[in-house]
């Protein structure tokens, strides 16, 4: 119903390679934004090892999604679809 395996991985891999993308971009704004906040880990290195790593990753990213363009859709989608339940879920969470 989904397609061939191949397909589901290729997918798949677009889904985690954005995953890692987010990350570390979210790591980069939230340590520049609060900088004096408790750490639960080191980033050695930080800032030039973590935007190495961020710029690496989007260039796979983009190198994946040009390869297979239906993957980087499908992907565009889902993320898409999955918006108004999340919006739904933090509203909700706020109200509690």
Do not use: H, K, N
Request: glycine share 8%; net charge positive.
């Amino acid at each position: 119903m989904s397609g061939t395996f191949e397909q589901i991985v290729a997918l798949s891999a677009v889904l985690f390679l954005v995953c890692y993308v987010s990350s570390y971009a979210a790591m980069i704004a939230l340590r520049w934004r609060e900088p004096g906040a408790t750490r639960p880990y080191r980033a050695p290195g930080f800032p030039l090892t973590t935007g190495v790593v961020l710029i690496g990753s989007a260039l796979f990213l983009a190198a994946a999604v040009i390869e297979d363009p239906r993957s980087g859709v499908t992907a565009t989608l889902l993320i898409g679809l999955c918006w108004p339940l999340y919006s739904w879920m933090s509203r909700r969470r706020a109200r509690t």
